[in-house]
């Protein structure tokens, strides 16, 4: 289930930087002969409107657009649509349908970070919001290496759905009563915790002691920091513009990033646990789809932003790569040689093959590390 989840998000998220091409392809006069789901070999017509064939290939992992004269070498001289093609048209508009693409998905993720926020995402709640709120629960933020709860494995990002000490019991999502709760145990017994994550549910013993709570060094703790989350939908007329700001943080973060990798592979000092490849990025949705539709579309804001900022890289065969020569073009006054382009985007393509190849046996290793 989990990669036909991942293959489903994959093919969206292509179709989706397709579909902008092919917008402003069309827009701005260009002759677009298909728009294909999936890659080819192709399985059937599905219909032809105009002169653009809309068309269902054989492998599902994307889409495609075909406009005429995109590689200088399938352009026919005297041809009588040569007027239209890619490379005839005026270099602006060359950019900006490269651009499209890579626009539609940051368009494309605004609309889910503004969906998920007017559906209700799991946050940090203040007492004042918890009244609000759905979902409201205890969860540990973090925990402190080389406490019990450290020793015992207690993970950031369970839930702490209940404790036993003897006789006594605490359920809810309290924060202060929770930690009220640990401290009674003067004893310094084993207090029983049930977590859970997802559809797992344990429970672990875990024996409170003192000191390792700097403020107040003789209370017992188990070295948990709480938070209580909760489900607070942002109102319709805001959720626009908080995922507009969602959308530009994300997208900051995650550029800083990829600053930083590439940067890192130039100098071989690229940390490879910093990304993931196919493996991983599958691994995630799966993990996202189990908590639920709220998660899964985050996560695939968040891919559709690095499929654009990746997009945007002047690394040949990709829409950056593209725009340089444009860029280049429009500095010379001439088009570069079809055979060099073309020549050029292929070594690109076969470094970017590499380079998921690497990332992704990386991605296996960790799964059996």
Known sequence: MTILIFILVLVVLIVVHEFGHFLVAKWSGMK?????????????????????EYTLNWLPFGGFVRIYGEDELDR?????????????????????????????????AWVLFSLTLALGTPQALDDSQVPQATHVA???????????????????????????????????????????????????????LSLSHGTQVRTVNITPVVGIVSKDPLRPALGIGIAVT????????????????ATYEATVEIGTGLIHFFAGLLTFSADLSQVSGPVGI????????????????????????????????????????RLLFVFIEAIIR?????????????????????????????DVLKLFA
């Open 32 to 52: 677009v002969e298909e728009f294909g789901l999936g890659y080819p070999p192709r399985a059937l017509t599905l219909f032809k409107k105009g002169e653009t």
């Open 76 to 108: 026919v001289e005297g041809h009588a649509d040569s007027a239209r093609a890619f490379g005839s048209r005026p270099r602006i508009l060359q950019a900006v349908v490269l651009l499209a693409g890579i626009v539609m998905n940051l368009l494309f």
């Open 138 to 192: 205890l969860v540990a933020a973090s925990v402190l290496p080389g406490s019990p709860a450290s020793l015992a494995h207690v993970m950031p990002g369970e839930t702490i759905g209940s404790a036993t000490f003897g006789t006594e019991s605490w359920s809810g999502a309290d924060a202060t009563a929770f930690t009220s709760f640990v401290a009674k145990d003067t004893a310094l017994m084993p207090i029983a």
């Open 230 to 245: 909760g489900i607070l939908p942002v109102a319709w007329y805001q959720a626009p513009i908080e995922g507009a700001k």
């Open 282 to 321: 599958a691994g995630a949705v799966g993990s996202a789809s189990a908590e639920g539709i709220t998660a899964l579309m985050t996560i695939t804001a968040l891919i559709s932003i690095n499929l654009a900022l990746i997009n945007i890289i002047p690394i040949p065969a990709l829409d950056g790569g």
């Open 334 to 362: 001439r088009p570069l040689p079809a055979v060099a382009a073309r020549t050029v985007n292929t070594i690109g393509f076969g470094l970017l093959i590499l380079l998921m190849l690497v990332v992704t046996a990386h």
